[in-house]
């Protein structure tokens, strides 16, 4: 079956890094991706990963793949206020557009 | 480059009362989909569209629901009669369709039913 799980929340100071895990179940999934959501905004695409990739850097955001455990995380390093939303984890299947998507973690960074 | 809009962004409206939202992908993207979130769980899909055709329309919940994108331009979604289990936030996306190409999301309709 189809399911991306995530925790619901995540505190973090400011200037510190922030890791946003997701479990996946579809061991079929060609890409994942990290959408995040700001207050009153759409979904905003941060990144994506194929699913050979274990790894993709792009200026202070990580995404780890570990394709045996099914696992995603997405680091934010020196996290600002400004990341402050919803950041969601998606898989794409083989075969078709539809996104899978998580619940969705809120991310909230105090001074 | 214009994103991808959708019209209203808010509504309010009682059970069992119609209502019609509205989305405009970006231009040139044959692809347009239709996703829900409801009341703060995973954003679902409902359906997609190449150009004017239903590709995919697997989740949409009943027939209550009905969209159309009619010359494959807009593209409208229509619940009726409207139930207190369909409030959520409507989410529109179009793509070019090319392998991986990305999907482009809008602000989205936050559906209140009452």
């Known amino acids: ?111 | 480059e214009a994103g991808v809009t959708q019209f209203p962004s808010h509504s309010v409206i009682e059970k069992g009362q119609t209502v019609t939202l509205r989305c405009d992908p970006i231009s040139g993207h044959d692809n347009l989909y239709w996703y829900r979130r409801v009341m703060g769980k995973e954003i679902k899909f409902l359906l997609h569209f190449v150009k004017e055709s239903k590709q995919d329309e697997s989740g949409m919940p009943n027939n209550r629901f009905l969209a159309e994108r009619t010359g494959g331009t807009y593209s409208t979604l229509k619940v009726q009669p409207a139930e207190l289990e369909d409030s959520g936030v409507y989410f529109c996306a179009s793509s070019l369709g090319q392998d991986n190409s990305p999907l482009h999301f809008g602000n989205g309709t936050r559906l209140t039913v009452t």
């Open chain 1, 1 to 111: 079956g189809e399911d991306v799980e995530q925790s619901l929340f995540l505190s973090v100071r400011e200037g510190d890094s922030s890791v946003i895990n997701c479990t996946y179940t579809d061991s079929s999934s060609t890409y994942l991706y990290w959408y995040k959501q700001e207050p009153g905004a759409g979904l905003q695409l941060l990144t994506y990963i194929f699913s050979n990739m274990d790894m993709k850097q792009d200026q202070r955001l990580t995404v780890l793949l570990n394709k045996k455990d099914k696992h995603l995380s997405l680091r934010i390093a020196d996290t600002q206020t400004g990341d402050s939303a919803i950041y969601f984890c998606a898989e794409s299947m083989k075969g078709t557009d539809k996104l899978i998507f998580g619940t969705g973690t809120r991310l909230q960074v105090f001074p």
